[in-house]
């Protein structure tokens, strides 16, 4: 019996490298670092991906080979490449890898993030281009995302300014300020709830909705590398049990805040937020409830950490950068003044701000290698064969860090983008914060306006500066490894008022 045992793992391992074997003699592959039996390179990959991928494509070539395993993961680290995945093979490229968990949490990809590429992504996807994201519904929600954000000024004051002298100089943790922000903001333009009050304290529902999020993270990066390794499932299979609690929990608020949706809408006292046009369009383009809850915490967990990730980084940078933040500023003293605070329809009379954020996104965009394309069919690539069910990966970080391409790429230089007008959603292959495509991110210009108007905002209230003691470009900007990218160390800084106190303050809350 224990032979026997013995012996079907070392069958199983012979029938993998055999298949290898035939495989590396039929395509021809992408060049990479040397793969180690059963594992691939799975132990050679760095915590921080994209860098890893960036340094081996300094070896290898910007088209490399990773071994997951048995799984080929392709990793593309140029612009021109780029094109190849994203235009000119879009189509075969459009698949979604989904780990056992992602499909668990999309009931098999019944959303939009996860979904296969096919019928039922081309339907909702429409539904997202021509009814969810219209300019229309967003100029309606814009005094949700004005009203957060001057939450944020607020409560960045009340900390900064006291009656007690001892406080003035005050560091302060940006990334608190932006989280809450962030939070509230998706809550309110998806469920139309805000579940913190003005002192930050989190109502009940609150509190669950927080924690469904928490718990969604802890179970997404407990797997292991039985994920790229099928037969090592059997001795490390998915917590199934947890699994399912998670996907009834997160059901269960969803469906409560639904309903209180729908009753409100029967009163006549419902707004169009996300929750509510779904509710509207259910019938008409034929949305399972799984679609429906699915496309709504595919908001909430794409539009919920980018963004205060996105305006953190910012903000380090312009801490080191004091002359950009000046310029930035000084374009906000001219074109908004000292008597009135900006909002969106200040954008295009802004087009510094527009470049820092612009910038920022190029330096550190949130999710640096994109979320995973799958080959539906054998592709070429650079010239290399892509079997089918292969993963692909934009690695857009070292992309938008090109010396080829980019002057100075190292350096966060705002002006570049005065000198060329780059297009940052999807046209140009040189900056790909968003994606582009079929998969490109639907909500691409939610982003870029809250984003702008957080970093707006935060430049026209206050100075920023490092905290006593430090200088500017001791300001850490090392990444945590992940899919989306924080900062490894939130940046601290002292905040100091520019305005006159009373446009520190906001108006009443209208959700």
């Not at 029938?15 to 395509?27: G, M, P, Y």
């Not at 001219?334 to 009135?340: L, M, P, Q, T």
Request: proline share 6%; with cysteine.
């Amino acid at each position: 019996m224990a032979n026997l045992l013995l012996a079907i793992p070392i069958a199983i391992l012979a029938v993998l490298v055999s298949n290898k074997l035939i495989q590396r003699l039929r395509f021809k592959f992408p060049p990479g670092p040397r793969p180690w039996p059963v594992v691939g390179n799975l132990y050679d990959i760095k915590p921080v991906r994209f860098r890893c991928f960036a340094e081996w494509a300094r070896s290898y070539g910007p088209i490399i080979s990773v071994w997951f395993g048995p799984t080929l993961n392709v990793i593309v680290s140029t612009a021109d490449l780029a094109k190849e995945v994203l235009k000119e093979n879009d189509q075969q490229l459009a698949g979604r890898f989904r780990t056992r968990a992602a499909a668990r949490f999309s009931r098999d990809g019944k959303d939009l993030i996860w979904a296969d590429y096919g019928p039922h992504y081309v339907k909702v996807r429409k539904l997202c281009t021509l009814e969810l994201f219209t300019p229309k519904r967003l100029e309606a929600m814009r005094p949700i995302r004005e009203d957060e954000v001057m939450a944020m000024v607020e409560s960045i004051y009340k900390d900064c300014v006291s009656s007690s002298e001892e406080n003035l100089g005050k560091t302060l943790v940006v990334r608190k300020y932006l989280e809450a922000v962030a939070f509230n903001n998706i809550t309110r333009l998806v469920f139309g709830k805000r579940f913190m009050n003005n002192e930050g304290e989190v109502n009940e529902q609150g509190q669950e909705f927080k924690g469904i999020v928490s718990n969604g993270i802890k179970l997404g990066a407990s797997l292991t590398i039985a994920e790229y390794i099928p037969w090592l499932r059997l001795f490390a299979p998915l917590d199934e049990e947890a699994i399912a609690k998670h996907g009834a929990r997160r059901d269960r608020l969803t469906k409560i805040i639904m309903d209180e949706r729908t009753e409100a809408r029967k009163s006549g006292g419902a707004k169009q937020h996300f929750v509510d046009a779904l509710l509207t369009l259910q019938e008409k383009y034929d949305l399972s409830e799984d679609t429906i809850i699915g496309l709504l915490w595919d908001m909430i967990t794409a539009g919920m950490d980018t963004t205060a990730i996105s305006v953190e980084w910012a903000m380090a940078e312009l801490i080191r950068n004091p002359r950009v933040q000046q310029k930035a500023q000084e374009e906000l003293d001219r074109v908004i003044g000292f008597d009135r605070v900006m909002n969106e329809t200040d954008f295009s009379s802004l087009p510094y701000l527009q470049c820092v954020a612009k910038e920022a996104l190029r330096l550190h965009p949130p999710t640096p290698l994109m979320l995973p394309h799958q080959a539906n069919t054998n592709v070429k690539l650079g010239g290399y064969d892509i079997p089918k069910g292969s993963i692909v990966h934009v690695n857009v970080w070292a992309v938008a860090r090109d010396p080829t391409v980019w002057k100075d790429p190292l350096e966060f230089r705002p002006e570049r983008f005065h000198e060329e007008d780059v297009d940052m959603k999807g046209h140009d292959y040189r900056l790909l914060p968003f994606g582009a495509g079929r998969r490109v991110c639907p909500g691409a210009q939610l982003g870029i306006n809250l984003v702008t108007s957080m970093l707006g905002h935060l430049l026209h209230h206050f100075s920023w500066t490092p905290p006593e003691g430090m200088k500017p470009e001791d300001i850490d900007l090392t990444e945590s490894p992940g899919m989306v990218t924080y900062m490894k160390n939130p940046v601290q800084a002292v905040a100091t008022p520019r305005l006159p106190s009373h446009l520190n303050k906001r108006a009443a809350i209208n959700a």
